[in-house]
């Protein structure tokens, strides 16, 4: 049991820092009993501790500080996970994911030990794969990487809007370059979950000459991935969503495949699965192209969808910033995206669903739609870490009520 004099002065300094009254004795208590290895009183068992550390003591911290210095913090903290021996088993305590057959997929020459990833965008340079790793999700997207270092757009860039839960961002693809991210990658002791490289080109390179952008940075990263994902369609790098029409996306998907060929060739192994990430900007006509360019190219599967441009029903003031829009208001855009997608290729190409997953029904009702995997960035910040047994434990529940076995006969159920 904890002293009366440690509570007191926990409390002392939370409440002079970040809360008032009850919150403050709760987490005071929440901090000193799991010091001390007990169960909280009042709060029933692990995931409870978890969430309620999330959301009473590091969401009010991180959102009252700038979204980007917050994002900085999160990655920060993460990247030194990996060199601290206890935490990583640690962080899987508190938010690991155990692994059920049910919910297990094996795909793209994969084991992802549970169906829901993180999304690109968030560990741009790959430094906190073990930390992410640790903390529930069944596979990860790092970058976009762009061959050279390139330091995205003038700040802010990065905007939250807590009544709709979504977040705007003109990042612009800062990252350390390829090279850094292999530098990364390499130092990696050990892998527990597939991780898939999101490659971009830098903005100074004109669209022409795209292609020789993502080759370089296959080059620089084939050893390290466990797949690759072209991006195409961020809306934060000018014209780099024109890639995605046309002749140009035929010669873009051409020259990737060309350059996976010659390292496969080099290195040796089994072949890479390529993905490429498209936007939900588009109209039907648009979006039937682009599906039949992308699935006659040989890839291996589809990421539905990128943020979105629109700002529909909107009207916290950060929706007037330029942007990609992400989180709730984009569900079901990307669901619908989804659907379209897997109706066109009757369900031959895979695809990660990615846009506005906050709950179970959310993931559900996109592998309903087509999706076998799906990957989540928004709810992280707003619903913390914890957000992953959440879906893990509801979507097990879902396919059990619906009579399924496991998740691949949930996907794309709506359409038979
Ligand atoms: C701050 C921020 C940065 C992002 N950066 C990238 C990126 O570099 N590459 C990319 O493919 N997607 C990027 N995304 C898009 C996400 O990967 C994801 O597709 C999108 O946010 C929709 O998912 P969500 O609603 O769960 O956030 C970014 C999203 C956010 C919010």
């Keep these: 049991m904890h002293r009366s004099s440690d509570l007191k002065f926990v409390c002392l300094c939370v409440n002079d820092f970040l809360f008032e009254g009850e919150t403050a004795r709760l987490v005071c208590r929440v901090f000193l009993h799991i010091r001390d290895g007990e169960r909280p009183y009042g709060v029933p068992n692990q995931n409870g501790v978890s969430d309620l550390l999330y959301k009473s003591l590091a969401k009010p911290l991180l959102f009252k500080m700038d979204p980007e210095q917050a994002h900085h913090l999160i990655i920060g903290g993460l990247s030194g996970v990996g060199s601290v021996r206890p935490v990583p088993s640690g962080l899987r305590v508190m938010y690991g994911v155990r692994e059920t057959p049910d919910l297990a997929v094996d795909m793209f020459g994969c084991h992802f030990p549970t169906p829901v990833g993180l999304a690109a965008g968030l560990d741009k340079n790959g430094q906190a794969v073990t930390g992410f790793s640790s903390i529930g999700f069944g596979f990860m997207e790092v970058g976009t990487v762009t061959p050279l270092a390139q330091s995205g757009n003038d700040q802010p860039r990065l905007f939250r809007l807590p009544p709709d839960e979504a977040l705007v961002n003109r990042m612009g693809f800062n990252n350390l370059g390829a090279e850094a991210m292999a530098g990364e990658l390499a130092r990696l002791q050990e892998r527990r979950i597939p991780v898939a490289v999101n490659i971009g080109k830098n903005k100074v390179t004109p669209n022409e000459e795209a292609h020789l952008d993502y080759a370089k940075c296959i080059q620089a990263l084939y050893t390290y991935a466990d797949l690759f994902v072209v991006n195409i369609s961020s809306p934060n790098t000018p014209d780099l969503r024109n890639l995605q029409h046309g002749n140009e996306l035929k010669e873009l998907l051409a020259a990737v495949m060309e350059e996976m060929n010659r390292q496969q060739a080099k290195v040796g192994g089994a072949a890479k699965s390529v993905l490429v990430k498209i936007a939900p900007d588009v109209n039907e006509q648009e979006l039937e192209y682009m599906v039949g360019t992308i699935a006659a190219s040989g890839v291996s599967g589809i990421i539905a969808t990128n943020t979105t441009i629109s700002r529909e029903g909107l009207s916290h003031q950060h929706a007037k910033e330029t942007g990609g829009l992400s989180g709730k208001p984009l569900r079901e855009r990307s669901t619908e995206i989804i659907r379209q ?76």
């Design 341 to 416: 997608v897997y109706r066109q290729t009757e369900g031959k190409l895979p695809i990660i669903g990615s846009g506005g997953i906050f709950t179970s029904e959310d993931a559900y009702e996109k592998i309903k739609a087509g999706a076998s995997l799906v990957e989540i960035y928004t709810a992280l910040i707003y619903e913390g870490p914890e957000v992953n047994r959440r879906i893990h434990a509801g979507l097990r529940e879902l396919l059990r009520k619906d009579g399924y076995h496991h998740i691949s006969e949930a996907v794309g159920a709506d359409h038979r």
